[in-house]
T-cell receptor
């Protein structure tokens, strides 16, 4: 398996524009996580899915953020409208079900909102 | 709420030294703890996973220990190499869900 695949790797957009980040988890994994990494706050969980169903979205900062997982092999994180403070690296991760399973991370999407 | 801290925030050592990175967590009711490595501009690479019932895990020059009752884990790197230079993050999974809570990381520089 190629691992967790995220696209795009880099995104620069103007304030107010819609941004969509994409993730393809490792085949067969039951869980998918979206994290955000900033210098100030480190890695924070935004939302995670179990078998395509959102389980915990308490980390989603505002209604401007939304995430979907239409099938087991694809998820999106959308920001609309984007703001400069959304600039961060967004990571997607996936894992098998179970309490003692590893999480595998994608390479991340570096988002810059100007 | 689980909180994870890592000491030191940054560390610089000469090549060949053995070193220890520390991770502390406030809620000892964890299922496992995972150590990751992150290179600049890259994603996270899993290094070791320690289950709550385990005391340590080893992979090559890396050894991670876990003392759940005291809320601590250490990552020991033997005979450090310049290629070990990266940020090392620990993360814990507890009974609050399937997600990991991350520490802020330790930035390691190994000088040739």
């Amino acid at each position: 398996d190629a691992g967790v695949i995220q696209s795009p790797r880099h995104e620069v957009t103007e304030m107010g524009q819609e941004v969509t980040l994409r993730c393809k988890p490792i085949s067969g994994h039951d869980y998918l996580f979206w994290y955000r990494q900033t210098m100030m706050r480190g890695l924070e969980l935004l939302i995670y899915f179990n078998n395509n169903v959102p389980i915990d979205d308490s980390g989603m900062p505002e209604d401007r953020f939304s995430a979907k997982m239409p099938n087991a092999s694809f998820s999106t994180l959308k920001i609309q409208p984007s703001e400069p403070r959304d600039s961060a690296v967004y990571f997607c991760a996936s894992s098998f079900i179970g309490l003692n399973t590893e999480a595998f991370f994608g390479q991340g999407t570096r988002l810059t909102v100007v | 709420k689980q909180e994870v801290t890592q000491i030191p925030a940054a560390l610089s050592v000469p090549e060949g030294e053995n070193l220890v990175l520390n991770c502390s967590f406030t809620d000892s009711a964890i299922y496992n703890l995972q150590w990751f490595r992150q290179d600049p501009g890259k994603g996270l690479t899993s290094l070791l996973l320690i289950q709550s019932s385990q005391r340590e895990q080893t992979s090559g020059r890396l050894n991670a220990s876990l003392d759940k009752s005291s809320g601590r884990s250490t990552l020991y790197i033997a005979a450090s190499q310049p290629g070990d230079s990266a940020t090392y993050l620990c993360a814990v999974k507890g009974n609050y869900g399937q997600n990991f809570v991350f520490g802020p990381g330790t930035r390691l520089s190994v000088l040739p």
